[in-house]
Structure formats: structure tokens, C-alpha cells
């Protein structure tokens, strides 16, 4: 278990402030615009970065002061940082070379890590001639090779082409259902974040926004600034509250049809400003009296077509 608690470190550009609890065995991803502390948040619990107040608990021991070497913590940096000049093998025993490890129990366990990660015998291979997504798997050997408490990942997946990502998001999920590890997954793709993860933790500048599952983040929002950033969304006037709507809630029909949805709530008129194909549906941008609408559609309508948008439901936010 891992628990950040009153976390405080300043920055010019921002402050960070921190509290939050990751159960063991559990995948949770950190998720927010750019600058807003996400990379951060992982080099103060590895220790790459002091804190200016709060303490790190890790297995109920606090780490706050402990060097990164003695938090018992596997880190996967970006670029991997691999070293050029060694093997594979050399590479993912690295950590454990560090510790005295006896030669034929380390070679025992890079062996095991290569079979783990589906690359057995690439040990004497040089990093230079691997993939991308091969480099990303030894990384990830290297950082479970001390048998880390905690596996940190600062968006390992950045560099790769969207079809090895979704593969290797995979493979993490395997690994660490497999393993009962927990892991600390920072991404900026909200896909990724909603796909994989327990619970997500959302941040802006510095700040913990929202903190719960991919369900109810998506379905509850604690405001428009999650709402928008986990998933398409239109905003709506309703009583003194403004209503979320997803596009998937909003149903679209002719203007002349007289047939009404008997669960609608509410209707609109709407024009068509512009579409998206997205395969399984069309993505509409919708004018309406009440502002921009998206809605999800099976059908084809094109530009400056008049609609009929009607919906049921949402999730109510106070009025702004």
C-alpha cells in the first residue's frame, strides 16, 4: 500500500499538494494536461525529488527521507534509458549487479524476467538492434528485477506506434494481474488511463482533482475540466445546475419527424456544423440554442442538416 499524505513541494511555475492512498496489488494511472505534475508525482515517491512537507509511506514504512536505492521502487523512465554498451541480459541484471547478487542466482532471475516478457534468448543481444517495443519490455524486466514493492511508469508507451500500444498496454495488465504488483501508470492519453486502470488520479497544476474509478469518472465527474478531459462531452443549462452530456446520451432524429422518444427528457433543434467518422459511429458537432451538442450516430447527415437532438439524462454539476 501506498500512501501519499499532505505531500508539498514548490515550484515557480506551481505548487504540488498531494494525499492519496493506492491499495496493494492495484494499477492506477496519473492523468493530466501537460504541466500539470504528473512525471513529478512519480520522481518525488521515487525519491528523485525532495519534499518540502508530508511523508511517502510505502508497506508502512516512511520513505520520505530514504534514498531512491532503499525505497524498494522499479522505475521505467520515458526513453527507457537503457545502456547502449551492454547486452540485454547486462541490462536487466543491472540492478541486481548493484546488489552484490550471486552471478548464477542473477543470471537465474534475468532469464526468468526474459521468458516473462516474451523475449527469451535476446540476453546476448546488443539494445541497439531491438524495437522499440522490445527496448520497452527490457526496461520494464530491468525495473522487476529487484522485486520492487511499487512498479512506476512515466509514460513508457510515448514513442511507440498506437498498435504496439495497445499490445503493451496489454502486456502490463498481464504482468501485473500475474505478479500482484502495484503499479503507478502516468499517461496523457485519457484511452489508455480509462482502459487499464483501477482507479485513475487526475491532476491540474499540481492539484489532485478527482480520484475514482474509470466508471465513475466518465459517468460522475467532480466537474467540466474532468468531464472534458476523460471523454467528449457537452455542457448543458438544467435548473440551477449545468447537465453533462456524453454523446452517446443524445439521440438525434429529422426536424419534421413528429414521432417523439417517449424517455426524452428534452429536445432541441440542431444543425449540423461538422462530422467525424469514428468507424462504429459518426461523431456530430451540433448548433443548438443551448451551444455546442455532440452527438454519436450510426447515420449519415451532412453539413447544415436540421436536426432534432433529445436526451434523458446526465450528469448534474453546479452552475459555474
Known amino acids: 500500500m501506498i500512501r501519499l499524505e499532505r505531500l508539498r513541494k514548490a515550484y515557480p511555475e506551481f505548487n504540488m499538494e498531494l494525499d492519496f492512498m493506492v491499495d496493494a496489488g492495484e494499477l492506477v494511472s496519473v492523468l493530466g494536461p501537460s504541466g500539470s505534475g504528473k512525471t513529478t508525482t512519480l520522481r518525488l515517491i521515487a525519491g528523485f525529488e525532495t519534499v518540502d512537507a508530508g511523508r511517502i509511506v510505502i508497506d508502512g514504512e516512511d520513505v520520505t527521507k530514504l534514498p531512491p536505492a532503499q525505497r524498494h521502487i522499479g522505475y521505467v523512465f520515458q526513453d527507457y534509458t537503457l545502456f547502449p554498451h551492454m547486452s540485454v541480459a547486462q541490462n536487466v541484471g543491472y540492478g541486481l549487479r548493484i546488489r552484490r547478487v550471486e ?27 531491438l524495437s522499440g517495443g522490445e527496448r520497452q519490455r527490457v526496461a520494464i524486466a530491468r525495473a522487476l528485477a529487484v522485486d520492487p514493492v511499487l512498479l512506476l511508469l512515466d509514460e513508457p508507451f510515448s514513442s511507440i506506434d498506437e498498435v504496439l500500444r495497445r499490445d503493451l498496454r496489454r502486456e502490463i495488465v498481464r504482468l501485473q494481474r500475474e505478479l500482484g504488483i502495484t503499479v503507478l501508470f502516468v499517461t496523457h492519453s485519457r484511452q489508455e488511463a480509462l482502459s487499464i486502470s483501477d482507479r485513475v488520479a487526475i491532476l491540474r497544476q499540481g492539484r489532485l482533482v478527482q480520484y475514482a474509478s474509470p466508471v465513475e469518472l466518465y459517468r460522475r465527474p467532480a466537474d467540466e475540466f474532468v468531464a472534458g478531459f476523460v471523454g467528449e462531452m457537452s455542457a448543458v443549462p438544467y435548473n440551477r445546475t449545468t447537465r453533462i452530456l456524453r454523446p452517446e446520451q443524445i439521440s438525434l432524429g429529422p426536424a419534421d419527424s413528429t414521432a417523439a422518444d417517449a424517455t426524452a427528457e428534452r429536445s432541441v433543434a440542431a444543425t449540423v456544423q461538422s462530422r467525424q467518422f469514428l468507424g462504429f459511429a459518426w461523431l456530430y458537432e451540433l448548433d443548438t440554442e443551448l451551444g455546442r451538442l455532440l452527438a454519436y450516430d450510426s447515420r449519415r447527415y451532412e453539413p447544415e442538416t436540421e436536426l432534432v437532438a433529445r436526451w434523458s439524462a446526465g450528469s448534474e454539476l453546479p452552475r459555474e
Request: charged fraction near 45%.
Open 103 to 129: 552471478p548464477a542466482r542473477m543470471r537465474r532471475r534475468v532469464d526468468e524476467l526474459l521468458e516473462l516478457m516474451d523475449l527469451p534468448g535476446y540476453g546476448k543481444r546488443r539494445v541497439d538492434t
